[in-house]
């Protein structure tokens, strides 16, 4: 999920009690906004989907891929990933090629602005696969962008020069490196498996290999973090030169093995003074070196933002392919359709509906869940959101939904946490600590679920 509260497809019917003090959550796979569960079925509505017109603005003009594999599963990781012993890289590039020349056989798609490659481990992919794929989408898409941002995910210990090379003969021009932290008593925890000293190694040969745009992952509030631990790893990623970094606090997902740990009671969750105190104090350290926050849990210096994220929390559309990857479709009237990929690879591999792969969840275009949805993303940024335009498609969408979002405004905003600027509605300073109960208090008010 992009959030920890419902989304418009299953809003909350009761607003909970304001927290005094909450750090708001966030996960680094923004692309996949919470979905309704269904079975597996096949993509005819992806399909139109894919041949929808919608004004060319609305086109979708980024990319998503997912590469499962991955050599060992982090403990607090709930994305789909598969530790394969089976040799199955190659067939899933294969498939993968199928996919993308379907998506590109269907949409009439302009020039790519952003590709974004995630996991998994996606530098698992052996150099002579990642050719193949670069071949395929240059085959199949449109890449005639002179600026397209294309970011791979990285681990540290998968970097190599021939890899590198090959992948910035293919394109790639920023990577994404998951240091999560410098201590390796906490990489411990959470069962990350590498040694911080790889870390500056794999960025010296992405710079060796002409890739410029580097971006690292933190974590915080790992059980027994202290505040100066957490400042350190801080430190320790601007000493790279780090042009952007994200900073997550640590979110005990279902069905993870640290939420089964922490339910066992090896350790508790730290306590949410101590994270907030973490937040702050590194909101202001990366501001002091130069690096912004555009996103509750995102730092960079100017023009060096991850434009590809920035496309999912503007809600803007985005294409998909790869087993558990999430897309995001306009209608020319309003409303957009979502799917997720079924996040199973021997069902990717094996159900072909003319390229396209078999889904999960979908959702249909609903006008007022794309409000809600523009809400809940846009609000956890810099910038804010439009209110003028925000108004006016809530009420396009359901007579009287304005006025209910006018009404929620007022709270958050006389608490100090919600500002109104240049007619967008941002959070203040101490407003980003509070990000979901802000947004919740919106989506509370769209819409009623169930009797009363």
């Known amino acids: 999920?992009?959030?920890?509260?419902?989304?418009?497809?299953?809003?909350?019917?009761?607003?909970?009690?304001?927290?005094?003090?909450?750090?708001?959550?966030?996960?680094?796979?923004?692309?996949?906004?919470?979905?309704?569960?269904?079975?597996?079925?096949?993509?005819?509505?992806?399909?139109?989907?894919?041949?929808?017109?919608?004004?060319?603005s609305r086109r979708p003009?980024?990319?998503?891929?997912?590469?499962?594999?991955?050599?060992?599963?982090?403990h607090y990781c709930d994305f789909y990933s598969i530790v394969d012993s089976r040799d199955r890289q190659a067939a899933f590039v294969d498939r993968l090629d199928r996919?993308?020349?379907?998506?590109?056989?269907?949409?009439?798609?302009?020039?790519?602005?952003?590709?974004?490659?995630?996991?998994?481990?996606?530098?698992?992919?052996?150099p002579d696969l990642w050719e193949r794929l670069a071949a395929?989408?240059?085959?199949?898409?449109?890449l005639s962008n002179p600026d397209l941002e294309f970011t791979?995910?990285?681990n540290p210990e998968t970097a190599t020069p021939e890899l590198f090379d090959v992948l910035q003969g293919a394109g790639v021009n920023r990577l994404s490196f998951g240091a999560q932290s410098f201590n390796t008593a906490h990489l411990k925890t959470l069962e990350r498996w590498h040694d911080p000293d790889s870390v500056p190694r794999a960025l010296e040969l992405a710079h060796a290999?002409?890739?410029?745009?580097?971006?690292?992952?933190?974590?915080?509030?790992?059980?027994?973090?202290?505040?100066?631990?957490?400042?350190d790893d801080i430190e320790r990623a601007l000493a790279l030169g780090v042009t952007h970094l994200s900073a997550y606090a640590l979110t005990y997902e279902p069905g993870t093995a640290m939420t089964a740990r922490r339910d066992r009671g090896e350790f508790a969750e730290p306590d949410e003074d101590l994270e907030a105190d973490i937040y702050d104090a590194a909101v202001a350290r990366l501001?002091?070196?130069?690096?912004?926050?555009?996103?509750?849990?995102?730092?960079?210096?100017?023009?060096?933002?991850?434009?590809?994220?920035?496309?999912?929390?503007?809600?803007?559309?985005?294409?998909?392919?790869?087993?558990?990857?999430?897309?995001?479709?306009?209608?020319?009237?309003?409303?957009?359709?979502?799917w997720k990929n079924v996040p199973r690879l021997d069902s990717y591999l094996r159900d072909d509906f003319e390229g396209l792969a078999p889904v999960i969840d979908y959702e249909a275009p609903d006008a007022l869940r794309l409000v809600a949805e523009r809400i809940m993303s846009g609000i956890r940024l810099a910038e804010g959101v439009d209110r003028i335009a925000i108004l006016d498609a809530a009420d396009r969408a359901e007579p009287g939904?304005?006025?209910?979002?006018?009404?929620?405004?007022?709270?958050?905003?006389?608490?100090g946490w919600l500002l109104e600027r240049d007619d967008r509605w941002v959070l203040s300073d101490a407003g980003f600590l509070f990000a979901d109960g802000v947004a919740r208090r919106f989506l509370g008010v769209l819409r009623k679920v169930g009797p009363g």
């Not at 395929?136 to 449109?142: D, E, P, V, Y």
């Open 209 to 231: 290999a002409g890739i410029r745009r580097v971006s690292l992952d933190l974590i915080y509030g790992i059980p027994g973090q202290t505040l100066d631990e957490a400042l």
């Open 136 to 142: 395929s989408l240059r085959t199949n898409l449109n």
């Open 152 to 154: 791979v995910e990285c």
């Open 287 to 338: 501001a002091e070196a130069g690096l912004g926050r555009y996103e509750v849990s995102n730092f960079a210096r100017a023009d060096h933002e991850c434009r590809h994220n920035l496309a999912y929390w503007r809600q803007e559309a985005w294409l998909a392919a790869g087993p558990s990857a999430s897309g995001h479709l306009h209608e020319p009237d309003g409303g957009s359709h979502r």
């Open 1 to 56: 999920m992009l959030l920890s509260f419902p989304t418009a497809g299953g809003l909350a019917k009761q607003v909970p009690a304001w927290p005094e003090r909450r750090v708001c959550r966030s996960v680094s796979n923004a692309h996949d906004i919470a979905l309704t569960p269904t079975r597996q079925r096949e993509p005819r509505e992806v399909a139109h989907a894919l041949r929808a017109r919608p004004d060319p």
């Open 401 to 415: 939904a304005a006025a209910r979002l006018q009404a929620a405004e007022r709270e958050p905003r006389e608490r």
């Open 99 to 126: 996919e993308i020349q379907a998506i590109g056989a269907l949409a009439d798609q302009p020039p790519l602005r952003t590709i974004f490659v995630g996991g998994g481990t996606p530098t698992l992919l052996r």
């Open 61 to 74: 003009r980024s990319l998503y891929l997912h590469v499962p594999f991955c050599f060992h599963k982090c």
